[in-house]
């Protein structure tokens, strides 16, 4: 036999007895007086087994095995009781014990049960991992083939080996987490869990417990210990999304976390190891946000070791399409529905469109197209009004005399001003799409700032 058995009960000689037969099979045995310092140790470190009393102090071994089963459904339990009532037994598996035994415990019988239930543990391991390989054979494809997106994959099939963090930036919608999870597949962790969380979906309150985990008792509703989601990430990937959203104070310690590879479960004083790559994302300006200080310095540039920027639709306007016949096709088979074509006048509104949502918009789009859809196309009539209504794909230049044409000075410094109002002021994803250095895009804002003072501040910028 192999693995770690934590062994509970308030009787010395028992755990003595017990830990001693365990030992001699090969198992590494600990052991726990009571409840508490026993989920104190399930939180500490992962045990293959475990085996209670009924009668321990601090709750009954019922009750723990309920806590276990919440908090560790991968660990199995046996009880053990010194009254053999059917109602006890009943119980105990109702409570989603493994096994139930009777003492004073008969040692081959009590190392046969004990063989049975980790090897239990070993096929629901194997389960698990095979319902990951499973969900990972058919990945949501990174559609495209423009060379934007192009250098997005070549970066992440780089980085992927390494265990480096990496922060995705990007507008919403643009397929941020795609990003992450396509990390997380080619990585040597691809058979680990993929834990994600939203930092600006979660209050403060919670965020910490969230994050690190918490003890039994740490505050009012805390009825049981969790793990936080560095440690469920073990073996696997984290993935922070919305970082930029992260508040100050708790950035001190998801620094120390990254830093150290240990977190501190709130009400613990002791610290958890955990061993999980770091990915995070955002849709803001993450130098600006240090700039005024709402977002920390020396975290981001911890989070920021490898930048991966995924371009805005309206960058890769050659992926539109076939982005858009991917979503048509699965969603055309998810509701069973015969529409196979994007119709050539539906393509002419796609593809001039600035898509604000990005690829979540397109997909919207598509889902409301093949719900509406009367034939075994998309037609213009099935489009929402903003696309219907959408003309154009020359850049237009507004000039009041069309006698009067623009410098190529004088177009490039309106083109700018588009982009920037475009990303709402988001420099860096402005000097990503513009093609420029993000401090060589600073001296052209400078240059237009010097220009603006001597402009007539009702003079058309516009393109």
Avoid at 115 to 132: K, V
């Amino acid at each position: 036999m192999s693995g770690r058995v934590l062994i509970v009960d308030d009787d010395p000689d028992t755990r003595t007895l017990l830990s001693a037969a365990l030992t001699e099979q090969g198992l590494e045995v600990l052991d726990a007086s009571d409840a508490s310092s026993a989920l104190v140790q399930l939180e500490t470190q992962p045990f293959s087994l475990v085996l209670t009393d009924v009668h321990i102090a601090g709750m009954s071994g019922i009750e723990l095995c309920t806590q276990i089963r919440d908090g560790h459904p991968a660990t199995p339990v046996i009880v053990m009781t010194g009254q053999a009532k059917m109602q006890t037994a009943v119980e105990a598996l109702r409570a989603g014990a493994h096994d139930f035994l009777t003492k004073p415990v008969d040692v081959p019988h009590l190392l046969h049960r004990v063989d049975g239930a980790l090897r239990y543990a070993e096929l629901e391991t194997e389960i698990r991992r095979l319902h990951r390989v499973l969900d990972r054979s058919e990945p949501t494809p990174m559609i495209g083939e423009s060379p934007s997106l192009r250098r997005v994959q070549s970066l992440i099939a780089r980085v992927a080996d390494s265990d480096v963090p990496v922060l995705v930036t990007g507008e919403s919608g643009v397929g941020k987490e795609l990003v992450a999870r396509e990390l997380h597949r080619l990585s040597a962790n691809a058979e680990g869990p993929f834990v994600a969380l939203n930092c600006a979906a979660v209050p403060i309150q919670l965020l910490e417990s969230q994050l690190f985990g918490h003890v039994r008792g740490a505050f009012t509703d805390a009825r049981r210990a969790r793990d936080g989601l560095f440690v469920r990430a073990n073996g696997g990937s984290l993935f922070l999304d919305e970082i930029g959203e992260l508040p100050l104070e708790v950035q001190p310690k998801l620094l120390r976390a990254v830093q150290e590879r240990k977190v501190r479960p709130v009400g613990s004083d002791k610290l958890v190891s955990f061993d999980a790559r770091i990915i995070t994302a955002t849709n803001l300006d993450l130098e600006a946000e240090v700039e005024e200080q709402r977002f920390r310095e020396d975290l981001f540039y911890r989070i920021n070791v490898v930048n991966i920027h995924v371009p805005p639709l309206r960058a890769r306007r050659t992926d539109i399409l076939l982005l858009a016949q991917h979503f048509l096709d699965r969603i055309s088979a998810r509701h069973g529905k015969p529409v196979k074509r994007i119709a050539a006048n539906v393509a002419e509104k796609l593809l001039p469109y600035d898509w604000p949502g990005n690829v979540r918009e397109l997909e919207n789009c598509m889902e409301r197209a093949v719900a509406l859809a009367r034939y075994d196309e998309i037609t213009v009539a099935d489009l929402p009004d903003k696309l219907r209504h959408c003309v154009g794909g020359e850049l237009v230049i507004a000039a009041e005399d069309l006698d009067e044409l623009p410098t190529l000075a004088a177009l490039e410094e309106r083109y700018i001003r588009r982009v920037l109002r475009a990303v709402k002021g988001n420099k860096t994803q402005a000097a990503q799409i513009l093609g420029l250095a993000r401090r060589t895009l600073y001296r052209r804002l400078e240059r237009l700032e010097d220009q603006d003072q001597d402009q007539d501040p009702t003079e058309d910028d516009s393109l």
